[in-house]
Structure formats: structure tokens, C-alpha cells
């Protein structure tokens, strides 16, 4: 017996329970349920009576899945087919979750896609499942806490999203509970000026007519002004208030999307891009590492024994410019001294010879002064 629901034609197998044969044409409260290991519906009373002491086989004849209760649930699809492979496609892309911004250019990006997409249709129509299914198990395992970030991610946009939704709703709201609430007092407003006006022109003069005129004019300009400040003031509010929210929603983004493992690339995807966590940054040092506190070579005194020293420690004058003995001390003896422990013959090799870094022939230098100390004459200049 067929029935109709919404318009849709039902089919007679479609109404009776393939276990227990009970029919929703004598029991129209009966509720079909469905197992994602399987599929196969039965009414919610076989369900009951079979797996409500713990796991057991699928009753349907040739079907030897375990099925547990925990896992039947309300078929969604009419047809069982559409309903298994919307299944599928959400295991996998909760397995395979990757985003375009992890990808190199945007052809890696639709390479994945098709990838992805065939490996869905591959466990939809039953090709090479158990390959399949083995690279998703092997993917999920090298790259779990990726897969976890950019789960995540998702939510976090997902309700950002729904905040942002309810803001503007909110938003919406306040603004047209607002302007009903400005129409109703100019409305009143307007009435009791009215009757106010047409009292004080009953009981004056012409020049009070004027006068009144006047007052209505400033009235309404001090009104328009104050209602567009308001206006104003209200734009700039809603501005600042979608500005920090989007802030506080990249900052939980960009700390998510660092969470991955993405230095690693699997082999399984590719063109994924390399991120590598940058090294911390070292404190500024304006000598670039030179300590001039650093006395290898000699020792600083408190005197020196010199008469123009002598005449500049008495002279009142160059202390109270700031000149200070101490300090020449150590700066005369720092730029005498600084040259030692510095070997030329060794830099010189390193740099492959300063000849060499003018385009000279080697030992040109030391033939010409050879030459002149032998002949006695000046030799050419080489340059």
C-alpha cells in the first residue's frame, strides 16, 4: 500500500520494518532509524529490543557489521544512497581540511580539490576502498594536530560568523527601536509646539507672529543638527565596534593557525607551504659586539704625568664645558691600543690579497721597490 506525504509518493517497502514487518499503515507513530556502518533502516522498536544490551550484528540477512545504539539515528535523505554519501563526504573532509592559504599557488590548491573529491567518489562507488581508506588513516595520524587547528579554525569562524550576525541584528534592532522612538517624540513635540504657537498668536500682536516665525526656524535648524550629530555619533560607535571585533577574531585565527604541524609536509598532499617558526630576536647592540670596557693591552690610570693634562684638570673653564680628564684618558689609550691583536697578513689571505682585489699581478708592489733600492731610480708608477 502506498501513501503519500508532502505530495512524494512512498514506495510499500519504504513503510514496513524489513525485521519485524510491523507497517506505519497500522502504526503511524513508527520511527525508521539507520546505522552509518551499514545503512540498512529498521523501525525504532527492533533497534530496542537488539541493541539496547550492548553491540550485536545487523539482523538483515547477509549483513555482518556490529552496530552499536549509540549510533542510529534519524534517516535525513529519502533516498539511502544520497544519505550514505553525504556521510562519506563529511568524514573526509573533516580528515582533509586543508585551506587554500596553506598552498603555494592556487593550482596546488584545485590539485587538492580534485584529490580530495576522488578519493570521495572512489569510497562512494566502491573503487580501491581499502587503499583509500589506508592513506586517510595514515594522513590523520602524521598530521593530527593540523587537522585539530584548522577544526578549530572553523568553528572559531563559524562563530565568529554568528556573533557578527547577532550584532547586526542587534544592531538593526536598536536602530529602528531608536527612530521609533525619535518619530513618536518630534511627533509629540510637534503637536504640543502647535497648540503652544497657535495660543501665543491668538493672544499677540503681528510682531509676536513674526517673532514666532523666527523661533520655529531656529527650533527646527537646532533639531536637524542635533539629529544628524546623533546620526554621527552612532555610525562612528558601530565602526569602532566591528573594528574590535574583527581584531579579537584575526588574532584567535592567526594564534590557531600557528598551532599546526606544517613544517612537515605529508606525502599524501602537496604544494603545501613550509612554515618554520623564525628565530627570536636578538637585543640591539649599537657597537655590534665591540666591548669598550675591554683592556687587553694596557692598564688606565687615574694620572698621567703631562703638563697640558695638568693645566686641563686645573682649568675651570673646560670642566664646566664638560670636559673630562678621565674620560680622554681612556679614549686616547682605547684608539692606541686598538689596533692591536689585528694580524693584516692573515686577513689580507682571506681576502685573497689586496693586490688581487685591485686587478694587480701578484708581488708587483715588492718588484718595483726591489728595483729602486738596487738601481737607484724611481720605477714607474704602476698606477
Same mark, same amino acid.
Request: proline letters at 3%; glycine letters at 6%.
Given at each position: 500500500?502506498?501513501?503519500?506525504?508532502?505530495?512524494?509518493?512512498?514506495?510499500?517497502?519504504?513503510?514496513?520494518?524489513?525485521?519485524?514487518?510491523?507497517?506505519?499503515?497500522?502504526?503511524?507513530?513508527?520511527?525508521?532509524?539507520?546505522?552509518?556502518?551499514?545503512?540498512? #533502516?529498521?523501525?525504532?522498536?527492533?533497534?530496542?529490543?537488539?541493541?539496547?544490551?550492548?553491540?550485536?550484528?545487523?539482523?538483515?540477512?547477509?549483513?555482518?557489521?556490529?552496530?552499536?545504539?549509540?549510533?542510529?539515528?534519524?534517516?535525513?535523505?529519502?533516498?539511502?544512497?544520497?544519505?550514505?554519501?553525504?556521510?562519506?563526504?563529511?568524514?573526509?573532509?573533516?580528515?582533509?581540511?586543508?585551506?587554500?592559504?596553506?598552498?603555494?599557488?592556487?593550482?596546488?590548491?584545485?590539485?587538492?580539490?580534485?584529490?580530495?573529491?576522488?578519493?570521495?567518489?572512489?569510497?562512494?562507488?566502491?573503487?580501491?576502498?581499502?587503499?583509500?581508506?589506508?592513506?586517510?588513516?595514515?594522513?590523520?595520524?602524521?598530521?593530527?594536530?593540523?587537522?585539530?587547528?584548522?577544526?578549530?579554525?572553523?568553528?572559531?569562524?563559524?562563530?565568529?560568523?554568528?556573533?557578527?550576525?547577532?550584532?547586526?541584528?542587534?544592531?538593526?534592532?536598536?536602530?529602528?527601536?531608536?527612530?521609533?522612538?525619535?518619530?513618536?517624540?518630534?511627533?509629540?513635540?510637534?503637536?504640543?509646539?502647535?497648540?503652544?504657537?497657535?495660543?501665543?498668536?491668538?493672544?499677540?500682536?503681528?510682531?509676536?507672529?513674526?517673532?514666532?516665525?523666527?523661533?520655529?526656524?531656529?527650533?527646527?535648524?537646532? #533639531?536637524?543638527?542635533?539629529?544628524?550629530?546623533?546620526?554621527?555619533?552612532?555610525?562612528?560607535?558601530?565602526?569602532?565596534?566591528?573594528?574590535?571585533?574583527? #581584531?579579537?577574531?584575526?588574532?584567535?585565527?592567526?594564534?590557531?593557525?600557528?598551532?599546526?604541524?606544517?613544517?612537515?609536509?605529508?606525502?599524501?598532499?602537496?604544494?603545501?607551504?613550509?612554515?618554520?617558526?623564525?628565530?627570536?630576536?636578538?637585543?640591539?647592540?649599537?657597537?655590534?659586539?665591540?666591548?669598550?670596557?675591554?683592556?687587553?693591552?694596557?692598564?688606565?690610570?687615574?694620572?698621567?704625568?703631562?703638563?697640558?693634562?695638568?693645566?686641563?684638570?686645573?682649568?675651570?673653564?673646560?670642566?664646566?664645558?664638560?670636559?673630562?680628564?678621565?674620560?680622554?684618558?681612556?679614549?686616547?689609550?682605547?684608539?692606541?691600543?686598538?689596533?692591536?691583536?689585528?694580524?693584516?697578513?692573515?686577513?689580507?689571505?682571506?681576502?685573497?690579497?689586496?693586490?688581487?682585489?685591485?686587478?694587480?699581478?701578484?708581488?708587483?708592489?715588492?718588484?718595483?721597490?726591489?728595483?729602486?733600492?738596487?738601481?737607484?731610480?724611481?720605477?714607474?708608477?704602476?698606477?
Amino acid at each position: 500500500m502506498a501513501s503519500r506525504e508532502n505530495g512524494t509518493p512512498r514506495r510499500d517497502e519504504d513503510e514496513v520494518c524489513p525485521i519485524c514487518k510491523s507497517s506505519r499503515y497500522l502504526n503511524p507513530d513508527m520511527r525508521f532509524l539507520i546505522n552509518p556502518e551499514c545503512y540498512h #533502516k529498521m523501525c525504532e522498536s527492533c533497534v530496542d529490543r537488539i541493541f539496547s544490551s550492548g553491540p550485536n550484528a545487523c539482523p538483515v540477512i547477509g549483513c555482518k557489521k556490529t552496530l552499536r545504539k549509540n549510533r542510529f539515528r534519524t534517516q535525513t535523505f529519502e533516498d539511502i544512497g544520497v544519505e550514505r554519501e553525504v556521510d562519506i563526504r563529511k568524514r573526509v573532509m573533516r580528515i582533509l581540511n586543508r585551506r587554500e592559504d596553506e598552498f603555494d599557488s592556487k593550482l596546488d590548491w584545485d590539485n587538492f580539490l580534485e584529490q580530495r573529491e576522488t578519493m570521495i567518489m572512489n569510497l562512494v562507488t566502491g573503487v580501491d576502498i581499502a587503499k583509500t581508506e589506508a592513506n586517510l588513516r595514515k594522513y590523520e595520524t602524521s598530521n593530527l594536530d593540523s587537522i585539530r587547528a584548522n577544526q578549530a579554525r572553523e568553528s572559531q569562524e563559524a562563530s565568529s560568523f554568528l556573533e557578527q550576525q547577532s550584532f547586526e541584528q542587534e544592531q538593526a534592532r536598536l536602530r529602528r527601536q531608536a527612530a521609533r522612538e525619535e518619530y513618536e517624540k518630534e511627533h509629540n513635540e510637534l503637536l504640543a509646539g502647535r497648540e503652544s504657537f497657535l495660543s501665543r498668536l491668538a493672544a499677540g500682536t503681528a510682531d509676536d507672529a513674526t517673532n514666532l516665525a523666527r523661533e520655529g526656524q531656529k527650533i527646527l535648524l537646532k #533639531k536637524s543638527s542635533a539629529r544628524r550629530s546623533e546620526e554621527d555619533r552612532l555610525r562612528q560607535k558601530q565602526a569602532a565596534l566591528r573594528g574590535e571585533s574583527k #581584531k579579537s577574531a584575526l588574532g584567535k585565527t592567526a594564534l590557531l593557525s600557528g598551532a599546526g604541524d606544517s613544517d612537515v609536509e605529508p606525502s599524501l598532499i602537496k604544494g603545501l607551504k613550509k612554515v618554520s617558526i623564525p628565530e627570536p630576536e636578538k637585543p640591539y647592540d649599537p657597537f655590534g659586539g665591540l666591548d669598550l670596557g675591554k683592556k687587553d693591552y694596557y692598564v688606565l690610570k687615574d694620572h698621567y704625568p703631562s703638563q697640558w693634562l695638568e693645566e686641563a684638570r686645573k682649568n675651570t673653564t673646560m670642566a664646566a664645558g664638560g670636559f673630562d680628564i678621565k674620560e680622554y684618558y681612556s679614549r686616547t689609550l682605547f684608539e692606541a691600543f686598538a689596533g692591536l691583536g689585528c694580524f693584516i697578513d692573515e686577513e689580507v689571505a682571506k681576502r685573497g690579497g689586496a693586490s688581487e682585489t685591485f686587478g694587480m699581478r701578484k708581488g708587483i708592489a715588492t718588484q718595483g721597490a726591489a728595483q729602486q733600492a738596487v738601481t737607484g731610480k724611481p720605477a714607474e708608477d704602476i698606477f
